[in-house]
Structure formats: structure tokens, C-alpha cells
């Protein structure tokens, strides 16, 4: 996997976080006749989503969220924002994905940018939360069977003292009575290619349910 990522997505700056570098898709990667092989799976993770770039751009902007701490990026796809959190001073960072061609993407694309990240492969939804002190959630929201465990898992990580920072477009599974705006940004989203006119990605605080 890591050979195809070399060979047929050209590492490119991203839109809206020019800082950050990835292996990028494009019309020559070859990735829709992939993704119509079974076991291949959907490469979103060749891709930016609007909740990530968002999530990486406020980490960079704002550092001291992350500076020190450690980090799981949750649904990590490219890995960027876990990159943006290992730019910004965290002390760890661990990119968590169901996906093992995301695992190839994390370790390339860190490497890419000089970071030092570490590929975790697996479903947390369901689990304990891990030991961090922040998670960074972009993109989790878009199918509703996903959004509910998403949530429930964001609420254990509430629980167990665990900072929550959610990245979204704005879909219609987002938990938005749970959410705190915090800054938009503009940028595109999956699909989008790197149009950023008249587009808007939010960062959002997860907080406790209200009693």
C-alpha cells in the first residue's frame, strides 16, 4: 500500500493549511478502480474532509490546545490533523483509524511533514476511551448509525475528564445540542477538490448534556 501511495498520489500542499503536506488524490491515482476491487474499501482517506481541515487549521492557529498534551485523532483518514497537532507542540499524538490502507497514509503523510505520529488501527467507538487529554474528532457525523456511536463514545471521553474538539461541515447528523461553536474557518469539503468559495467548516467544543 505504501508503494501505491508513492507511485500514484504526489505529495501536494493542502487547501486552507498550506503548512501541511499530503498524498494527495488526483484524476491519474487510480484509486475509483481500486475502490471497486472488494477488499479495497472506500479510499476517503486519500482525500481531505471539511471537519478535519478545519480541525487542523485551529490547532495551528491555536497551538496551546494542544501544546504538551497528548492527542488522539479520531477517524483519522490522512492523518492531518494529527500532523497539525504534532506541528503545534503536542507531546504525543496518535491517529486512530478503522481503515489499515489510513495506517500506510498516517505514516507516510507524517513523515512527509516531519512529525512524529503514531498509527493506532482499530474501532474505539465502542471501547473505553483511551489515556489522552484531548481528542480531536473531525468528520464522525455523517451517517447516523456513526453520529449515535460517536457520541456515546465522546460522552465516556467527557466522563473520564478528556477534552473533546469536534470538526464539521455542518451535516445533518451533527449533535448540535451537545456543541459549542468555537471558529469557522473557510475551506472545502470531501468532494469539493480544493474550491474554497463561499465555503464554511466549524470547530466545535463537545460538551456535557444538559441537565
Request: glycine letters at 12%; aromatic letters at 6%.
Amino acid at each position: 500500500m505504501e508503494a501505491f501511495i508513492r507511485a500514484n498520489l504526489p505529495i501536494a500542499s493542502v487547501p486552507t493549511v498550506a503548512e501541511i503536506r499530503l498524498h494527495r488524490a488526483g484524476p491519474k491515482s487510480g484509486l475509483g478502480r481500486l475502490a471497486r476491487i472488494g477488499d479495497f474499501g472506500s479510499p476517503y482517506w486519500a482525500y481531505e474532509w471539511g471537519g478535519g481541515l478545519a480541525l487542523a487549521r485551529h490547532v495551528l492557529d491555536h497551538r496551546e490546545t494542544v501544546a504538551g498534551r497528548k492527542v488522539l485523532d479520531l477517524g483519522a483518514g490522512s492523518g492531518i490533523v494529527g500532523i497539525a497537532a504534532a506541528m503545534a507542540g503536542a507531546r504525543e499524538v496518535v491517529a486512530a483509524d478503522i481503515d489499515p490502507r489510513a495506517m500506510a497514509a498516517i505514516r507516510l503523510n507524517a513523515t512527509a511533514n516531519g512529525v512524529s505520529i503514531v498509527p493506532l488501527h482499530g474501532d474505539l467507538l465502542d471501547g473505553a476511551p483511551p489515556a489522552v487529554d484531548l481528542v480531536l474528532a473531525g468528520d464522525l457525523f455523517y451517517d447516523p448509525h456513526l453520529a449515535r456511536r460517536a457520541a456515546r463514545f465522546l460522552e465516556r471521553c467527557l466522563g473520564d475528564g478528556i477534552a473533546v474538539l469536534v470538526g464539521d461541515p455542518g451535516r445533518a447528523d451533527l449533535p448540535r445540542e451537545r456543541l459549542r461553536l468555537i471558529a469557522e474557518y473557510p475551506g472545502p469539503d470531501f468532494g469539493d477538490g480544493d474550491q474554497v468559495l463561499g465555503k464554511r467548516n466549524a470547530v466545535f467544543a463537545f460538551e456535557p448534556a444538559s441537565s
